[in-house]
């Protein structure tokens, strides 16, 4: 069974940092695609950014692009979203997700089959 254990989220003040940690259990796959979305109360959820497992490759929403770095350690299903110059709208419940059979790297909800729980992050003003 695969699980995914989101860790640190907290609350921050505007401008500041925050790292999300992401460990993964129960792998099985060749190739994968781990990553974040969030959903902001009252919004929609939206992809953040994602790594492929096999090259390193990642991608970013535009949203933050230059200020959110992704990283990985396959030996340890384990993934990291490094968050700086946060603002108020990075306020959102952060998922980390998990691609079994990616066709291309992108945000594309329906193609993450394996959900965490989710941790908060509040960013305040």
């Known amino acids: 069974e695969v699980q995914l254990v989101e860790s640190g989220g907290g609350l921050v003040q505007a401008g500041g940092s925050l790292r999300l940690s992401c460990a993964g259990s129960?792998?099985?796959?060749?190739?994968?695609?781990i990553g974040w979305f969030r959903q902001a109360p009252g919004k929609e959820r939206e992809g953040v950014s994602c790594?492929?497992?096999?090259?390193?490759?990642?991608y970013y929403a535009d949203s933050v692009k230059g200020r959110f770095t992704i990283s990985s350690d396959n030996a340890k299903n384990t993934v990291y979203l490094q968050m700086n110059s946060l603002k108020p709208e990075d306020t959102a419940v952060y998922y980390c997700v998990v691609d079994s059979d990616p066709i291309a790297l992108a945000l594309v909800e329906i193609e993450y089959d394996y959900w965490g729980q989710g941790t908060q992050v509040t960013v305040s003003s």
């Open positions: 129960g792998f099985t796959f060749d190739d994968y695609a």
């Open positions: 790594i492929s497992s096999s090259d390193g490759s990642t």
